[in-house]
């Protein structure tokens, strides 16, 4: 069955520095994966995608993430952080949306 | 840019209660989803619905559970007699077509009390 980890509860960083959000998942075949992102009360939004090809890609806000097949993982990186990343951050996989299956989330809090 | 709506943005309703949460999806959108998600846990499943029925339901879906499209614009969620686990973030999406992103909601937080 597939599953996604998301080993980071809360992860703290200071606003400039990089980032970087770990995502792992467990699939029977290649999946789709996803990161979402929460702000406080408000809705999912997604980040950006992989379906398939160039396995860096690029996404909103200056986000972007690594698929790595060897490692089946998925990380979420931003090179310099600004204080209103500070939010909920939710790894997601699946081939459909029907089997879409979300991490448990990381909190990132920026410090000034 | 078309957006899904949900209302209300937050319901408290007393244990045993019936709640309805309520989603506008997107006009022209086929395929609805409800999720949820209970404070600091991951988002879950809940059920899939297509041409009128349930395409998919996941096990938390049990028969205090409904969803129903009573207008072709509105897609609710029915709770029948509420318990305290109920209490969450429940988030409706929709896709135009089955290989689309979720558009999602911004939600609705039910209080059980």
């Known amino acids: 069955a597939q599953s996604v980890t998301q080993p980071d509860i809360h992860i703290t960083v200071s606003e400039g520095a990089s980032l970087e959000l770990r995502c792992n998942y467990s699939?029977?075949?290649?999946?789709?994966l996803f990161w979402y992102v929460q702000s406080p009360g408000q809705g999912l939004q997604l980040l950006l995608k992989y379906f398939s090809g160039d396995t860096l890609v690029q996404g909103i806000k200056g986000f972007e993430a690594e698929f790595k097949r060897s490692q089946s993982s998925f990380n979420l990186r931003k090179p310099s952080v600004h204080w209103s990343d500070a939010a909920e951050y939710f790894c997601?996989?699946?081939?459909?949306?029907?089997?879409?299956?979300f991490g448990a989330g990381t909190r990132l809090t920026v410090k000034p | 840019e078309p957006e899904v709506t949900q209302t209300p943005s937050h319901q408290v309703t007393q244990m045993g209660q019936e709640v309805i949460l309520r989603c506008v999806p997107i006009s022209n959108h086929l395929y609805f989803y409800w999720y949820r998600q209970i404070l600091g846990q991951k988002v879950e499943f809940l059920v899939s619905?297509?041409?009128?029925?349930?395409?998919?339901k996941s096990e938390i879906f049990d028969d205090q559970f409904s969803v129903e499209r009573p207008d072709g614009s509105n897609f609710t969620l029915k709770i029948r007699s509420t318990k305290l686990e109920d209490s969450a973030m429940y988030f409706c999406a929709s896709l135009k077509q089955e290989s689309d992103i979720y558009t999602f909601g911004s939600g609705t937080r039910l209080t059980v009390v």
């Open positions: 699939y029977g075949a290649t999946p789709y």
């Open positions: 997601a996989v699946g081939r459909n949306n029907n089997d879409m299956r």
């Open positions: 619905f297509y041409n009128n029925e349930i395409s998919e």
